[in-house]
């Protein structure tokens, strides 16, 4: 069996950068790998991608449940400043104001029978929902990716901000005669769930496409951070 010639190391400045961050197998190596990455991502890929995109927030994640197709927990606690939950029933599920003891199978016959009523209502038919982009929702920690807005259209869904501390993903549910944009999170009940009135100077871009959970990573480097902030 023939042993492995030992690398050499590098006489130069450079090449003994290069080794350390490419060749070397040390935990310092490996903490400035991951710092790269993130510069990288940050000032090139992620940028590059909204030019490509046309839009300044080309990657998005999801952070609520409110474009969920399944039942989700009821909130029982709410923080008093930011309306963020803190509690959960994990005894009951619920969607579009609808509450069941058991877990609700995610499926868009499901999904329509406990919230079609409200499109109905308002002229959006089962089989014109079913065209939607996305029309089965998506998941809290998914990844969305954004494109340019264009011209609004009912049924797509978009992100914006809204005066809170992260942008909203909503779906457009009408649109008046001066463009002005009336949204809804799919999981939502009618009831103080829907925005009106958005100025399109305040939407961010449209969503393109979804990467299932990959958001997670995210939600848990916040949520941890904002931990060590309240115990700091």
Request: glycine residues 8%; charged residues 20%; aromatic residues 14%.
């Amino acid at each position: 069996m023939r042993r492995k010639r030992p690398k050499r190391q590098p006489k130069t400045t450079f090449g003994k950068i290069w080794y350390f961050i490419w060749e070397e197998d040390s935990l310092a190596s490996w903490i400035v790998n991951v710092i790269l990455a993130f510069v990288l991502i940050k000032f090139l890929v992620y940028p590059g991608l909204g030019l490509i995109l046309d839009t300044s927030h080309p990657v998005v994640a999801v952070v609520s449940g409110s474009m969920y197709h399944g039942g989700d927990h009821p909130c029982i606690k709410k923080d008093s400043t930011t309306s963020e939950c803190l509690a959960y029933d994990t005894n009951l599920y619920f969607i579009c104001n609808k509450t069941y003891s058991q877990k609700i199978r995610k499926n868009f016959d499901t999904y329509w029978s406990n919230c079609g009523d409200w499109y109905v209502d308002r002229n959006i038919t089962k089989e014109e929902f079913k065209k939607f982009p996305m029309s089965n929702g998506f998941s809290k920690g998914d990844i969305i990716v954004l494109h340019g807005y264009g011209a609004p259209k009912i049924g797509n869904i978009i992100v914006f901000n809204r005066g809170k501390s992260y942008p909203i993903i909503h779906r457009i549910v009408s649109i008046d005669d001066k463009q002005q944009i009336t949204t809804k999170g799919d999981h939502n009940a009618d009831s103080g769930d829907v925005d009106i009135n958005i100025n399109p100077n305040t939407v961010i871009g449209k969503a393109y496409f979804k990467i299932p959970y990959i958001g997670y990573v995210k939600i848990f480097a916040v949520d941890l951070l904002r931990f060590l902030h309240i115990i700091g």
